[in-house]
């Protein structure tokens, strides 16, 4: 995506931002503009502007979990979103040299995430989230010195949630 493409994903954030101030209570309005933000951070991130791609992915966030909270039933399309959005925050973060943030966000991503485990255990796109995460904080536990046999844990049980899939 190059430069101008990425300013008009800022230009259409700031436009819905403004409409949202007109219409706040527009759930239309909320869920374009999460889902532009969510664009946003992707396009941030692929430009290394990780902190500019954490705050998107935040806001994109901040307005799920008030969309989640405003709704009268629990719609799990949404706390996957906002699952999926704590994990890119999480990746930013770790990519921005932001350890600790970044493991909490990996934590809370996956506890989002595990709230949507059915009977028959994870979707495959949930599974892959999930296994990502465990990866992804294997790389950031090694480099706070944690033990192997810490890192063989979340090793494995990322294995675990992709075997089935193969």
């Known amino acids: 995506m190059g430069r101008r493409a990425l300013?008009?994903?800022r230009q259409a954030v700031a436009h819905f931002d403004s409409i949202l101030k007109l219409r706040p209570?527009?759930?239309?309005?909320?869920?374009?503009?999460?889902g532009t933000s969510f664009h946003l951070g992707e396009a941030l991130e692929a430009h290394r502007e990780y902190n500019d791609a954490i705050d998107a992915y935040s806001k994109s966030a901040e307005l799920a979990i008030a969309l989640q909270e405003g709704s009268d039933e629990t719609l799990?399309?949404?706390t996957e979103l906002i699952g999926q959005l704590q994990f890119r925050a999480a990746?930013?973060?770790?990519?921005?040299?932001r350890v600790d943030e970044s493991i909490n966000a990996h934590i809370a991503s996956m506890e989002t995430i595990e709230q949507l485990r059915h009977v028959n255990g994870f979707t495959p796109l949930q599974s892959v989230q999930m296994a990502s995460?465990?990866?992804?904080?294997?790389e950031l536990f090694?480099?706070?010195?944690?033990?192997p046999?810490?890192?063989?844990?979340?090793?494995?049980e990322s294995l675990r949630l992709l075997t089935p899939l193969n």
């Not at 209570?25 to 999460?34: E, F, H, K, P």
């Not at 990746?91 to 040299?97: D, N, T, V």
């Not at 090694?142 to 033990?147: G, H, L, T």
């Not at 046999?149 to 494995?156: P, R, T």
Request: glycine letters at 4%; hydrophobic letters at 40%; charged letters at 30%.
């Open 7 to 9: 300013d008009a994903l």
């Open 133 to 138: 995460s465990f990866v992804e904080l294997g």
């Open 149 to 156: 046999e810490e890192l063989d844990q979340l090793y494995n």
């Open 142 to 147: 090694a480099q706070k010195e944690a033990s």
């Open 25 to 34: 209570n527009d759930v239309d309005v909320v869920t374009r503009l999460a």
């Open 91 to 97: 990746r930013s973060l770790r990519l921005a040299g």
């Open 76 to 78: 799990e399309s949404l």
